[in-house]
């Protein structure tokens, strides 16, 4: 089983509202993933959790905050978000984080599409 | 045929054609390569891999190759499908991260 789930699929917002991405995966990784996805473009890497600790945050504005509670779940809290934040969110995990440039196989749950009004 | 521009560089083939999707990596350091599907409205689906000890690997109506001298890698499908039209990105691996090629858009048609 190569499954990871999100939810919510859809996810419609204000600039002032707080909410939640969520992201399971029950395949023993301890590797796990937030992207942002725009329309034809490839996937941008946002953060990456090893063993339940940050490890790579890539210059994310603080409106996006990620959180690790397990090894199987991962959430990105919103708040305050803008217009142009609209896009699918997507969640991966993999085996483990790799080591240097032999990274292990990631994969992706189906996204999240947000749309912030 | 296949087109730059504004949009995906697009690759467009008959049902039951060979396609061939080519991707050009920046790091010669990598040591892992993916190709990845993604069709509208879902999240990349992994096709097939390749570490850099090896030159081609082969899967079910699928064959990758990598040419590590001039840094380039090819997804061929063979007999291709109406259920191939998708967008493929390869990735190639970053220091504890992938890095993604901009994607390529295959469309079949009947």
């Known amino acids: 089983d190569t499954e990871v789930t999100q939810t919510p699929k859809h996810l419609v917002m204000g600039m002032t509202n707080k909410k939640s991405l969520k992201c399971e995966q029950h395949m023993g990784h301890r590797a796990m993933y937030w992207y942002k996805q725009k329309a034809k473009k490839p996937p941008e890497l946002m953060f990456v959790?090893?063993?339940?600790?940050?490890?790579i945050n890539e210059s994310v504005p603080s409106r996006f905050s990620p959180e690790c509670p397990n090894s199987s779940l991962l959430n990105l809290h919103l708040h305050a978000l803008q217009p142009e934040d609209s896009a699918l969110y997507l969640c991966a995990s993999s085996q483990d984080l790799g080591n240097g440039f032999a990274t292990d196989t990631q994969y992706f749950g189906p996204g999240t599409r947000l749309t912030v009004l | 045929g296949e087109s730059v521009g504004l949009h995906l560089p697009t690759l467009s083939v008959q049902e039951g054609d060979n396609s061939i999707i080519n991707c050009a990596y920046s790091?010669?350091?990598?040591?892992?390569f993916i190709w990845y599907k993604q069709e509208s409205g879902k999240g990349p689906q992994f096709i097939i891999d390749?570490?850099?000890?090896?030159d081609k690997r082969q899967g079910q109506r699928v064959t990758v190759l990598l040419n590590k001298t001039v840094k380039h890698l090819s997804l061929q499908i063979a007999a291709t499908q109406p259920g191939d039209s998708a967008v493929y990105f390869c990735?190639?691996?970053?220091?504890?991260?992938?890095?993604f090629g901009t994607g390529t858009r295959l469309l079949v048609s009947p």
């Open positions: 959790y090893s063993y339940e600790k940050l490890s």
């Open positions: 990735a190639e691996t970053g220091f504890q991260k992938l890095v």
């Open positions: 790091n010669s350091a990598s040591d892992y």
């Open positions: 390749i570490r850099s000890n090896m």
